[in-house]
């Protein structure tokens, strides 16, 4: 948590003045309240003419006012953050602020409390307030009790380092209304020169003007002679306090303090030997006189060349060379990068792997076709070319040893045979051609590579019906393959058939098409 204001910690002992002791300040214990140190107690200092002489006396050791009075108070009126309030007691008591109680205690030793030495017993403590608002802290006991003082945090400003200026009486700056002595008889006060007001009454002001100051403390003198007087701050804040004291001269006290102010603008500080709630308070010392006092007054304000020293020694920071884009945008765009990047490699992924699928069927292709050449025997040429009709009807003979055709004969001393008549005649059988290739590759292959005979022409290429032929169209038998070389020729051009058939729908399944293979029944 970064602070808003600049804390400066007040240490107030029990005979500053800004305490308003009740019922009364001095008196008797059982009735009300009593000033005293811990090595010097008032019944000693009695005893002591030459202290007796000058009307006041000197306190050794811790100083505290205490009370044997049930329902005594001590009250502190303040502007500040925090309030810590030391003591001792056997006795209940109770503390407020701003009329609510308030039960938080300290643990003794602590800072705020620790200039009492082991005196102190009890702590009782107030944080996180207002800091700019008026509060006022109460302490009530119900039996003994030992009051030591308090410790106030002030609002001194923005944070950072502070300095206090103080102005003593001898500065110009001093504005002097009605009578003031000058007074140098206290070593004790700041360069031994502090002012007195030398008639009580409300034309006695003295006032100072300033400016750049967050905080201020006013100090001056608490003794016997010393009564009631009245601080205004601005013209509009009045307070009442009462210096007196009995026995004990409190030199460079505190009178008045004030936190909080606006260092930009001009303030003024005004004592007035006077207060309107006493207008007529009974002198108690013996010169018959009520006064107040001048000492000095500080002024707490910004160390701004310590500051500006810190600065400078400082290291300047390098001037940023980023582009002002923000770290969440630069994340963002070297996600999406990589995302990018990632899509890109498992598409390159996905293409390298099917090109290579595809190669390694491309070679599994041309493994088959390689063994198919190797295994397979070659496709027998045709007697003839060409396909127009559909279908065909071919007379088969083996009656006789020839037969006759007004086409010319083809050379056929290569099938030529010599062959027995038989004598039935086979009856005429008819011959679907699927597929004109299949039965070009049944007729075997002419030496002479032409066949002239038309009846053959057209049975090859299926351009109509071939009738059986007449006893003068005969010729030798030699010039037609026997019987078994037709079942040969036909079995291996079903084979091939059937083959590449396989082949064609085994590439199919192999490129993904995954339908089985059908095999017709030829």
């Not at 300047?316 to 070297?334: E, Y």
């Not at 003979?397 to 020839?402: I, K, P, R």
């Not at 099938?415 to 005429?428: I, L, S």
Request: glycine share 8%; proline share 7%; with cysteine.
């Amino acid at each position: 948590m970064s602070l808003t204001f600049q804390p400066y910690n007040l240490t107030l002992p029990s005979f500053s003045p800004v305490f308003t002791y009740l019922p009364f300040r001095d008196g008797a214990v059982s009735q009300g309240w009593n000033s005293s140190y811990t090595d010097y107690t008032v019944t000693s200092a009695i005893l002591n003419e030459a202290q007796e002489a000058t009307g006041y006396m000197r306190g050794v050791g811790t100083a505290y006012r205490t009370t044997a009075f049930d329902g005594a108070s001590v009250i502190l009126n303040f502007t500040g953050s925090a309030i810590y309030f030391c003591f001792s007691t056997e006795a209940q008591y109770t503390f407020t602020l701003d009329g609510q109680t308030v039960t938080t205690t300290g643990h003794i030793p602590d800072d705020a409390c620790a200039g009492y030495g082991s005196h102190v017993q009890q702590m009782s403590v107030a944080t996180g307030l207002q800091q700019n608002a008026t509060h006022s802290a109460t302490l009530q006991g119900s039996g003994a009790l030992s009051f030591f003082g308090a410790t106030v945090t002030m609002n001194a400003g923005q944070p950072g380092p502070k300095k206090t200026h103080i102005i003593d009486t001898t500065d110009p700056g001093w504005s002097w209304e009605g009578i003031w002595v000058v007074e140098t008889d206290d070593t004790y006060m700041w360069n031994g020169v502090y002012r007195s007001g030398g008639i009580y009454s409300p034309s006695t002001v003295a006032s100072y003007t300033f400016s750049g100051a967050s905080a201020i403390i006013l100090r001056g003198l608490s003794m016997f002679n010393y009564g009631p007087y009245t601080i205004t701050l601005d013209g509009t804040e009045t307070s009442g306090f009462n210096a007196s004291d009995l026995w004990w001269r409190h030199s460079e006290t505190v009178l008045y303090f004030a936190s909080g102010l606006d260092p930009s603008v001009s303030h003024t500080v005004a004592v007035t030997n006077y207060d309107p709630n006493n207008p007529n308070p009974v002198p108690v010392g013996p010169a018959g006189a009520i006064q107040a006092s001048v000492g000095t007054l500080t002024l707490i304000m910004d160390d701004t060349a310590t500051r500006d020293a810190v600065l400078s020694a400082s290291p300047v920071p390098a001037p940023s060379t980023s582009s002002g884009v923000s770290v969440s945008t630069i994340v963002a765009a070297v996600l999406g990068g990589l995302l990018l990047l990632m899509l890109g490699v498992n598409g390159f992924l996905i293409y390298a792997w099917r090109r290579l699928r595809m190669e390694m069927l491309s070679m599994r292709y041309d493994t088959n076709m390689a063994m198919e050449k190797d295994v397979l025997p070659p496709v027998p040429m045709p007697y003839a070319l060409g396909a127009q009709q559909p279908s065909s009807v071919a007379l088969l003979s083996a009656e006789s040893s020839s037969q006759t055709s007004s086409a010319p004969t083809p050379h056929t001393s290569s099938y030529m045979v010599n062959v027995q008549p038989r004598p039935e005649k086979r009856a005429p059988r008819t011959v679907t051609n699927r597929n004109s290739v299949e039965l070009r590759a049944m007729l075997p292959n002419d030496d002479v590579g032409q066949v002239g005979n038309e009846n053959l022409q057209r049975a090859a290429t299926g351009s109509g019906t071939v009738y059986p032929r007449s006893q003068s169209d005969t010729r030798s038998v030699g010039s037609t393959p026997a019987l078994g070389e037709l079942v040969t020729g036909l079995s291996a051009l079903l084979n091939t058939h059937l083959h590449q058939e396989y082949v064609q729908r085994e590439n199919q399944h192999s490129a993904g098409m995954d339908i089985p293979p059908e095999y017709r029944n030829d």
